[in-house]
């Protein structure tokens, strides 16, 4: 066995020997750096999913405090995001191999400063034109593509058995950060909680109180600072995950790269848009009944981001591709409560059955998203290391290092494409009846239960996972 230093694995270096298959590495050393890159990796993550979401709550304040935009306005307003996120998780995806992921987490962490303040700012003017407000959701957005370079990070760490449950909690506890931003930043807008540096109140008329709106932006500045830091003296850049994106690039041409971000987008993109887009939901169908959706849109995404770790951690005893099946058909049953309790014509619909049904998708949402990210490390580890059989051990090494560069870079590319679901499920609530999007995802996820049971679940399937 090679002998590794102590030293070489402290925080903050860059580490260039790492075998995570190799037993006596991982025992000996590998499990204690990979662990402390996770843990600081995730509330890093949470905070980008912060700074992603923090649109979904402020909408549904803006017009009681003196804005006076239209409903197809804020859901707008809560959809710019998906754009960006989409957008620059793309380009996260690849960034991050070149420049080092501990360097590059501690860089788009302390970025996210800069929308929250002018956030803050701009919320307290309520002359603040429409157009400037979109310009903040956009950038904002920018947030949501920190999840593209911290799962194809942590992917590298971790010995194949450990995968899904590593993903899992990287993704699940880091999307925590949708419900969390959903639950805190209501109840910080309503008292002068970050004293008068913050600013002061603006009257919300319909509930006749004070309310200090900036408060759900400016919250978060201290704790990116914080966690920018602890990346940078914390965690490590590994030379194996490095690569160009000359080389990188080859994933355009897997066939299962298509594959899996077709599946990804809808699971992550079912989680993501539905958390962008059910707060103004329950508004708009049910706040006349007296539920408000500051009340109950945090749980949902709560309730998903926990599945998620569950999605992982079943994919690893019983295989990736059984669990998305069964998310794929949990998601279409549940939107079919969703349409069904709906007010329509005269009937004030089901707030009870509307709301379990989200929380249902949310739920299966979170299983399917742990579960894919399971299965693309293990497509690709068994298509070259197949390849690679009667080559020798360089081969073979040399086959797994490429397979681990794709997978990290497959898993940050069907991301990147999923988060565009932030962006279209509000858009087509806005662009046509609430029912009529739900029967098209629930057509959606019929196509994606035939391509994961015709390429990975069924016998004799082309890559089993």
Same mark, same amino acid.
């Given at each position: ?41 995730? %509330? ?24 006076? =935009? ?18 620059? &998780? ?11 992921? &501990? ?21 307290? !003017? ?11 959701? *956009? ?97 490590? !850049? ?29 699971? /992550?993109?079912?989680?993501?848009? =539905? ?10 169908? /049910? ?55 709906? %007010? ?28 894919? =990210? ?23 090494? *040399? ?26 499920? %509000?858009?087509? /609530? ?28 069924? %016998? ?6």
């Amino acid at each position: 066995m090679r002998s590794h230093r102590r030293e070489t694995y402290k925080p903050g270096a860059t580490i260039g020997d790492w075998r995570p298959e190799d037993e006596g590495f991982w025992q000996s050393t590998g499990r204690t750096v990979a662990q402390r890159n996770l843990w600081v990796s995730i %509330p890093a993550l949470m905070l980008g999913f912060v700074v992603w979401q923090v649109w979904s709550v402020t909408v549904v304040k803006l017009n009681d405090v003196g804005f006076g =935009f239209s409903k197809s306005q804020l859901f707008w307003l809560t959809a710019i995001p998906g754009i960006t996120g989409g957008t620059f &998780r793309i380009l996260y995806t690849f960034i991050g191999p070149i420049f080092g992921e &501990r360097k590059f987490t501690a860089f788009s962490t302390i970025i996210l400063v800069g929308p929250m303040l002018w956030l803050g700012f701009a919320l307290q !003017d309520t002359g603040t034109p429409y157009w400037e407000l979109a310009l903040i959701a *956009a950038v904002c957005g920018i947030g949501g593509a920190n999840f593209a370079s911290s799962m194809a990070n942590i992917g590298f760490f971790f010995p194949k058995r450990e995968k899904g449950s590593a993903n899992g909690l990287n993704g699940g506890l880091g999307n925590l950060g949708v419900s969390v931003v959903q639950l805190v930043a209501p109840l910080v807008v309503t008292a002068a909680v970050l004293g008068a540096p913050a600013g002061g109140p603006q009257h919300d008329a319909r509930k006749n109180t004070d309310i200090w709106l900036q408060n759900g932006a400016f919250l978060w500045v201290p704790l990116l600072v914080i966690m920018a830091l602890l990346a940078w003296f914390l965690m490590n !850049d590994l030379r194996v995950a490095a690569a160009p994106f000359s080389q990188q690039k080859i994933i355009f041409k897997r066939k299962h790269n298509w594959l899996m971000t077709w599946l990804y987008v809808g699971t /992550f993109g079912s989680f993501i848009g =539905f958390a962008a887009g059910l707060p103004l939901l329950i508004k708009n169908n /049910f706040e006349a009944q007296g539920y408000q959706a500051t009340t109950y849109a945090w749980i949902g995404p709560f309730i998903g981001a926990l599945m998620r770790w569950a999605g992982g951690w079943l994919s690893d005893k019983m295989g990736g591709a059984r669990v998305t099946m069964l998310s794929f058909v949990g998601m279409a049953a549940a939107l079919v409560v969703v349409i069904f309790a709906l %007010p329509s014509g005269g009937d004030q619909g089901s707030f009870w059955a509307f709301f379990i049904g989200f929380l249902a998708a949310f739920a299966f949402s979170g299983l399917g998203n742990g579960s894919t =990210f399971r299965q693309i490390p293990v497509i690709f580890r068994d298509q070259h290391m197949r390849q690679a059989e009667g080559g020798g051990p360089e081969a073979q090494a *040399a086959a797994l290092k490429q397979s681990e560069m794709e997978a990290g870079a497959v898993t940050g590319f069907s991301s990147a494409i999923a988060a565009y679901g932030f962006f279209f499920i %509000p858009a087509m /609530f806005a662009a046509m009846t609430v029912t009529s999007a739900l029967w098209l995802f629930i057509g959606f996820y019929a196509t994606c239960l035939a391509v994961c049971w015709w390429f990975y679940a069924r %016998p004799g399937a082309e890559a089993p996972s």
